[in-house]
Every structure is written in C-alpha cells, then in structure tokens.
C-alpha cells in the first residue's frame, strides 16, 4: 500500500491553491468538494477538480477528491462530476455505516466498467467523524473490498457528542483509539486527525508525534508549512531502518538454527519485536527509504 504520511486537503474551488499543492511533494492531495467549499460554489469545484485531474501533473501525490456526505443530496452530483477525470481516490465524510461505503463503491464500479478502467482501481478512503460511525466501526471495516483507509474527524467528533476541545485532547482520545485499532484489525492505514491551528508548529509537532506513536500511518493536514514536519514524522529515521534490518538479519539467522526468542544487546528478541521491525520497513519502503 502507498505511503499516506500527509493527507492535505485544498479547497476544490480554488485552482491557484491547487497548483501550489501538487509541487509539495505530499504523499496525498485531496481535493475538497465537502467542508472547504461554500454550498454556492460547489459546481464551480467539481467543474475546477476536473480540470486540475486532467491537466496537472501531480507527480507522486495521490489525487484524491472527498466528496458531500451521502444523504447530503450532493453526492451523486459530485461522483457524477468527478468520476470521469479518474482520481485515484474518493474520500467519504461523516461515515457512519457500512452502507454508505458500498453505495459509493457500486457507483464507482460502474464508471470503472464502462470506461474499461481495471476493477477497484479507484480506492475508498472513510472519514470517521460521529458518535454512530465510532460505535459502528466494526461494520464500517468490512463494508467493502475497496476500503483502504480510516480517517479520524476530531473536530466533528467532539461537536457531535457535545465536547470542548482541548489541547490535550483527552475528550476525543477514546474515539482517536479506537479507529487506529479498528483500522490495524482490518489491514487498513489509519489516518489522523487534523491540527487545526497551522502556525502553531511547536503543538503540530507534539499532536503528530503522539499520532505516530499511537500507530496512525500518517496525519491530515490544512497548510503546506505542515507538509514537511508531518512526513518526517512519519518516516523512520535512518537510524530506526538499520535497527529493523539488523532485527531482521538475525531472527532469520536464528530461524535457520531453529530458534525462536534470542537476545541482542541484553533485550529479549521475540514475535512482537520482529513485528514491529517489519513494519518500520514497510514504512520505509512506501517512504522509498528502502
């Protein structure tokens, strides 16, 4: 699966903003046609994402386009619009069932076939963000073989369970969890929740930090000052990769010698260890460290 280290997202209106975001560099750029664009301009954006897919080049950037929440009445125009320019993903807010991913998904499915595209070559990534998409989560990870991602709402979250959010952010810490471990249960890449304040680089780089450590695959972010600091973040050191590959020449050297737990350095080497240095280059590998 592709690196989704940052996930930036640009209004779909706004074509000087979108050509700024695709010389980033950043792992995902989504083109906004929900929160970032006012309800009157919202053909102007389909109209706008369009010809930003089919004239720019993103280089290694995934070209996604999150679209109006189903139910909104707008999402069926916005697949409608959006489809044809072939991004390589939809973004599905307020998800709170199973059913509104497979309604996308059939819709997409449809386009891929008529147009002759290969099957599933569009991904679905799933934006978390209520009280019943928390609780529903388990059937949210199943909905659909084109699921790739979760992405954590904070700020939807705490206004739709009546919160205050807080710089600590204990308040939506429970509902944070619990979609990085829905999301490692199902193999999907957990993505995490906006920093809203982007002058503020001091608090970005905490809230990321402990993003990572929580085991999120990388950030969404609202500024390109936010692309660098999240990305390295998000990328093993080359430190870390040595350290992997180290773990991982001798477990194969005590495999062969039919070992199971040895100890390197006077630290007992076992399954979880192994694990975790397996996905510390897998992460170096979607980063194109390795």
């Known amino acids: 699966m592709r690196a989704r280290r ?22 995902c750029i ?12 919202k053909v102007a954006a ?38 044809p320019a072939h991004p390589d993903g939809i973004v599905v807010p307020k998800v709170e069932h199973g059913d509104q991913l497979r309604w996308v998904s059939r819709h997409i499915g449809e386009v891929e076939q008529a ?33 790739q991602a979760l992405i954590f709402g904070a700020e939807d979250f705490a ?5 205050t959010r807080t710089p600590q952010g204990w308040e939506v810490f429970y509902a944070r969890s619990a979609v990085v471990t829905h999301a490692a249960a199902a193999d999907l890449q957990a993505i995490d929740q906006v920093y809203v304040n982007f002058q503020d680089f ?15 695959s990388g950030k969404q972010i609202i500024h390109p000052n936010q692309v660098q600091p999240v990305q390295e973040i998000f990328t093993p050191s080359q430190e ?38 397996a996905r510390v280059l897998e992460k170096a590998r979607a980063a194109g460290k390795l």
């Open 30 to 41: 989504c083109l906004d046609l929900e929160d970032g664009v006012a309800i009157n301009r």
């Open 115 to 147: 147009r002759g595209w290969t099957p599933g070559s569009i991904a679905l990534i799933a934006i978390v963000e209520t009280a019943k998409g928390i609780v529903n989560l388990p059937e949210i990870i199943q909905a659909d073989a084109r699921l």
């Open 6 to 27: 940052a996930l930036l997202y640009v209004p779909g209106d706004d074509l000087r903003k979108i050509k700024k975001a695709v010389t980033l560099d950043v792992d």
């Open 240 to 277: 870390a990769i040595q350290s992997a590959l180290d773990l991982m020449e001798a477990f194969d050297h005590h495999q062969r010698e039919g070992r199971g737990a040895f100890a390197i350095d006077g630290k007992m080497i076992d399954a979880p260890i192994i694990k975790a240095a």
């Open 159 to 163: 206004s739709d369970i009546g919160a």
């Open 202 to 216: 001091e608090g970005l780089m905490q809230d990321t930090q402990l993003g990572m450590q929580m085991g999120f």
């Open 46 to 83: 389909r109209s706008t994402i369009c010809q930003a897919l089919e004239s720019l080049d993103f280089g290694r950037s995934e070209r996604l386009a999150r679209i109006n929440p189903v139910g909104s009445g707008l999402e069926s125009l916005d697949l409608e619009a959006i489809l």
